[in-house]
């Protein structure tokens, strides 16, 4: 009967002891309360490598993780950076063109779209002395720009002599319509304002970068949707002498609502 207690008891005892050894030594699975699995130092009971204390939280405070999506309420930021602006696929319009692609910002209501130009062409015609090109259809209703700004650099590609001539002061601007005289104006640079910009004095080199902006502009677009027409021109008729071909590279951001239809 001895044999028997002893033989189910000595293992028992055995148990404990190796689990108060265990909790002096300080292996623990969960140090000061953490969760997750650190382990220790075998030889001296010592926290290894992978120790890790948790500082005291008190009642206003919240941990946060790196990469976590959590909720923060009453928090004030010091110096926020956002490392990306947030992006909508609600209510946007659409690009024209292989060379201009769009970032729709915003939040289905305000809307920021950035266009980027890469070598997009235009022809600049002799008899109209600019041309234009469509870059941008915005949805069907009454579109509200808030303001805009933009950074563009022409580069003209045919012979300079024979068109549009090296160093001249032209014109650009986003407008409503396209360009069909030498003075943008009024729907031909209602989006973006006009600015001017530089001539290549070399073919095929990009003159000086030339920056504008636009302002509060209510477009109505509630029974033909609006487009957005990136539009050159050449303030001189003596600086064109035949059609040229030229290139645009450059973003354009936009920030506008969608008031709606009638």
């Keep these: 009967m001895k044999s028997k207690l002893l033989g189910w008891v000595l293992p028992v005892l055995l148990i404990g002891l190796i689990g108060t050894a265990w909790g002096v030594l300080g292996l623990s699975e969960h140090p000061r309360g953490i969760a997750a699995p650190y382990w220790y130092g075998f030889s001296s009971g010592a926290p290894a490598d992978y120790y890790l204390a948790a500082p005291t939280l008190s009642a206003n405070d919240t941990a946060v993780g790196a990469t976590a999506t959590q909720t923060l309420t009453n928090k004030t930021l010091t110096a926020p950076v956002i490392s990306s602006p947030p992006t909508t696929t609600s209510g946007n319009g659409a690009v024209n063109g292989a060379t201009v692609a769009a970032t729709e910002g915003g939040d289905g209501i305000v809307h920021v779209t950035t266009l980027t130009f890469t070598a997009t062409p235009i022809t600049m015609r002799d008899t109209e002395q600019g041309g234009g090109v469509k870059v941008y259809d915005f949805p069907a209703g009454r579109i509200l720009i808030l303001g805009s700004k933009g950074t563009v650099a022409v580069t003209t590609t045919s012979i300079l002599a024979n068109t549009l001539n090296a160093s001249k002061t032209c014109n650009w601007g986003v407008g ?87």
């Design 176 to 262: 409503s319509v396209t360009q069909a005289n030498a003075t943008l104006a009024t729907t031909e640079q209602d989006i973006v304002n006009v600015g001017a910009f530089t001539s290549s004095a070399t073919i095929n080199v990009a003159g000086a970068a030339a920056n504008s902006y636009g302002v509060l502009t209510p477009l109505d677009g509630t029974s033909t949707a609006i487009d957005a027409f990136l539009n050159l021109a050449v303030a001189g008729a003596d600086d064109i002498d035949g059609d040229a071909t030229v290139t645009v590279t450059g973003t354009v951001a936009i920030s506008w609502i969608n008031l709606g239809d009638y």
